[in-house]
């Protein structure tokens, strides 16, 4: 069975810092991996997915991630977050196996000014 | 419709009261599901939907919580006898999982309060 794990619940970093969320998944097959956002008080969005080919995928706000296959990881960075990144990052992972897709549990994004 | 559609938005009710929370989802997704989200907590798998194949039922927390589902369409999470513990915004996905690799698409959110 496949499972997600978020190590850290909550992550502060102050403005214009860098950042990295954390995400290790577990699967005895191909996966496909995502990262969603929640925005305070909005529904969850697709921030980012790997399906296959660039190990490293980026989004139109500046996060990028990079699937990492021997340490089966996917880590979402970001060299310089603003204000305007302060929301709940959820990984998530599925297969070609089964579609259902698993959630991690989030990681609330605290930025201080 | 554009996106998918959770009602209410909000719901109010007093302990021991059933209530029904819908679902519409993406016209032509195949897979839906239900996950919960308590205040500060992150997503709690509840149910998913797959055509028409058995549900996967292993996330409902208890024989008070039940969902259906009309074909490809319509999805309706009933709760029986809530309870105060039973409060946090239920969330409803689809996705076109006909196609490996596909996101699910979010609602809005059902906020469910018991009182």
């Known amino acids: 069975a496949q499972s997600v794990t978020q190590l850290d619940s909550q992550v502060p970093v102050f403005e214009e810092a860098p950042v990295e969320l954390r995400c290790n998944y577990s699967?005895?097959?191909?996966?496909?991996l995502f990262w969603y956002v929640q925005y305070p008080n909005q529904g969850l969005q697709l921030l980012l997915k790997?399906?296959?080919?660039?190990?490293l995928v980026e989004s139109i706000n500046g996060f990028e991630a990079e699937f990492n296959k021997s340490q089966t990881s996917f880590h979402l960075r970001k060299p310089s977050v603003h204000i305007s990144d302060t929301a709940e990052y959820f990984c998530?992972?599925?297969?070609?196996?089964?579609?259902?897709?698993?959630f991690g549990k989030g990681t609330r994004l605290h930025i201080l000014p | 419709g554009a996106g998918v559609s959770q009602s209410p938005s909000n719901k109010v009710t007093e302990k021991g009261k059933d209530v029904e929370l819908r679902c519409d989802p993406i016209?032509?997704?195949?897979?839906l599901y239900w996950y919960r989200q308590r205040l500060g907590q992150g997503l709690e798998f509840l149910i998913y939907?797959?055509?028409?194949?058995?549900?996967?039922k292993s996330g409902l927390p208890s024989d008070r919580f039940s969902a259906e589902r009309t074909g490809e369409s319509v999805s309706t999470l009933t709760i029986q006898r809530t309870q105060q513990e039973d409060s946090a915004v239920y969330l409803c996905?689809?996705?076109?999982?006909?196609?490996?690799?596909?996101?699910?698409?979010f609602g809005q959110g059902t906020r469910l309060t018991v009182v």
């Open positions: 790997y399906l296959s080919g660039s190990t």
């Open positions: 996905a689809s996705s076109p999982s006909v196609i490996s690799g596909t996101e699910a698409f």
């Open positions: 939907f797959q055509g028409n194949s058995a549900p996967d």
């Open positions: 016209s032509g997704h195949t897979a």
């Open positions: 998530a992972v599925s297969s070609n196996r089964d579609d259902k897709i698993i």
């Open positions: 699967s005895s097959v191909s996966v496909y």
